[in-house]
T-cell receptor, first 112, second 109 residues
Framework: EAGVAQSPRYKIIEKRQSVAFWCNPI?????LYWYQQILGQGPKLLIQ????????DSQLPKDRFSAERLKGVDSTLKIQPAKLEDSAVYLC??????????FGPGTRLTVT | AQRVTQPEKLLSVFKGAPVELKCNYS??????LFWYVQYSRQRLQLLLR??SRESIKGFTADLNKGETSFHLKKPFAQEEDSAMYYC???????????FGQGTRLTINP
């Protein structure tokens, strides 16, 4: 089966600019996750969708981060405006309910 | 609060030697514990989970509720085991994973 797809793979922006990441989960997976992985740390959940509804966004900095999953398939994560501390790898994962999570390749964001 | 601690950021052993990657957790209920692995230039992937009690690529991990640990072990390390290893916890009724900071394992020839 095709894996989780993410784009772009790399992005460099200046602070205060905006950026958006895209994720296409494995077909049929109702649950989609966005994780932030800062260098030297493990992934941290930002937001979890069940179909097109938000299940958990308790660790999403809502003043600058937003995410949507229209139609319950693809998802977009946006940062506006970006800060230096947002430099990280952004991972998308999907799963069938509480089954194994499958991760995408990630998007490496550098904010200068 | 849920917390996963991997005390070693780096671990280096020789090929053929035993390997143990430590993982301790903090959770008030009955958690599910996982080990994820990321090989060079590959995606993060599931290695094993405690409920399946299986051995994957020679690795095993036993959940010790008394010591709140879930250490990953392999009796004889191989060079292809070199990778980044993450311990993760999932709480009762939850879907999200809480990850430790990871241990980079290097197997020397």
């Amino acid at each position: 089966e095709a894996g989780v797809a993410q784009s772009p793979r790399y992005k460099i922006i200046e602070k205060r600019q905006s950026v958006a990441f895209w994720c296409n989960p494995i077909s049929g997976h109702a649950t989609l996750y966005w994780y932030q992985q800062i260098l030297g740390q493990g992934p941290k959940l930002l937001i979890q969708f069940q179909n097109n509804g938000v299940v958990d966004d308790s660790q999403l900095p809502k003043d600058r981060f937003s995410a949507e999953r229209l139609k319950g398939v693809d998802s977009t994560l946006k940062i506006q405006p970006a800060k230096l501390e947002d430099s990280a790898v952004y991972l998308c994962a999907s799963s069938l309910d509480r089954a194994e999570q499958y991760f995408g390749p990630g998007t490496r964001l550098t904010v200068t | 609060a849920q917390r996963v601690t991997q005390p070693e950021k780096l671990l280096s052993v020789f090929k053929g030697a035993p390997v143990e990657l430590k993982c301790n957790y903090s959770y008030s209920g009955s958690p599910e514990l996982f080990w994820y692995v990321q090989y060079s230039r590959q995606r993060l992937q599931l290695l094993l989970r405690h409920i399946s009690r299986e051995s994957i690529k020679g690795f095993t991990a036993d959940l010790n509720k008394g010591e709140t640990s879930f250490h990953l072990k392999k009796p004889f390390a191989q060079e292809e085991d070199s990778a980044m290893y993450y311990c993760a916890l999932r709480g009762q009724g939850a879907q999200k994973l809480v990850f430790g900071q990871g241990t980079r394992l290097t197997i020397n020839p």
